[in-house]
């Protein structure tokens, strides 16, 4: 029971924080804003999107490259295709359950290559703490070139908080989502020290994460290692700054402000399941602030279509790319 319980809110909270966020900023926009933003959608350039989406699939490709690095110092020697696979199928996996996609990840290493579930783990959650790494890097790297816009950032978040009236529908189900956030923390807190089964599983992924990181700094592909990082992260950037060149509103958004619009985005990715409904609004919550003044309201509809195009064209990518990788894992027979 208490598992069926956890479990529902694992899925349900994300996704109705997801929709939440959606209704909240349409309804921020009134009638001709909801005009521009559909009629922004029928503007996009389609080519633009495909070449986004094409450097987003070579950053999946270098990532799973990269991580034969650390298998290969841990004693396998996995194949690249099996190594892709597991990628797109644990991204993929990711969408439909939270946190479900590095340990899919791991299993569908295991099916295709017979690399022991606790070591691609642990790798996979060293990769996530590099990850991060990185991620604040580059968030460090726009902080220093917009300087000048923190107090029209300040400026604009109070805004945006000012307009979260707890008496209000919107708010109300905001401050509900918020609790039950904090209950499915205690709870999985609960299990974790009333569990011994489930206690001795998490002690076997910190150990593997801690194998991972010792992967990492031991390995002698640390140039090779490295460079595909990099890689990954900007074909990251290209990505979305690519995406940019879709809409003529939003071409001419300078550098900094695709920079932060990328953080947001990031953010929003973290902070909700599949980055639904988070994703476009944060990323138009940012990108307004770079473009010309429109007719009052906190986002530009434009922003707000840019998000959603960056976002639906990504978790299509995902869906097809994914779901493929899924069933050619299935598929494969593990031969000794």
Request: glycine fraction near 12%; charge should be positive; aromatic fraction near 12%.
């Amino acid at each position: 029971m208490q598992k069926t319980v956890l479990g529902t809110l694992k899925v349900a909270v994300p996704v109705a924080l997801g929709i939440w966020l959606v209704l909240h900023f349409y309804r921020q926009l009134d009638t001709d804003q909801r005009t521009a933003l559909f009629e922004a959608f029928g503007r996009a350039s389609v080519p633009w999107l495909v070449l986004s989406n094409l450097l987003g699939w070579l950053s999946h490709v270098s990532r799973g490259w990269r991580w034969r690095y650390l298998l290969r110092h841990l004693g396998h020697k996995p194949g690249f295709w099996p190594c892709y696979h597991a990628v797109m199928g644990g991204y993929f996996m990711n969408m439909l359950l939270p946190r479900a996609g590095e340990a899919s990840r791991a299993a569908m290493l295991y099916r295709a290559e017979g690399v022991p579930f606790e070591k691609g783990f642990g790798t996979i959650l060293a990769e996530r703490a590099v990850d991060m790494v990185m991620l604040l890097g580059i968030a460090g790297l726009t902080l220093l070139l917009q300087a000048e816009k923190l107090d029209l950032f300040r400026t604009r978040i109070a805004a945006f908080r000012a307009q979260q009236d707890p008496s209000s529908e919107g708010g109300g189900l905001g401050w509900w989502l918020l609790g039950l956030v904090v209950i499915g923390g205690l709870a999985a807190a609960y299990l974790v020290f009333t569990r011994p089964a489930l206690r001795a599983r998490l002690m076997d992924g910190v150990r593997g994460f801690v194998e991972g990181v010792r992967s990492i700094l031991r390995t002698p592909d640390k140039g090779p290692y490295l460079f595909h990082t990099v890689l990954i992260w900007a074909l990251y950037v290209a990505m979305f700054w690519v995406g940019f060149m879709a809409l003529p509103e939003t071409r001419h958004v300078p550098a900094a402000g695709v920079m932060a619009g990328f953080i947001a985005g990031s953010v929003g990715i973290v902070l909700v399941q599949g980055g639904i409904g988070a994703y476009p609004a944060f990323v138009a919550l940012i990108v307004s602030i770079y473009m010309p003044d429109g007719d009052g309201g906190i986002i530009r509809p434009e922003a707000l279509a840019m998000g959603w195009l960056l976002w639906v064209a990504q978790t299509l990518m995902i869906i097809a790319l994914g779901g493929l990788s899924l069933l050619l894992v299935a598929r494969k027979r593990r031969t000794p």
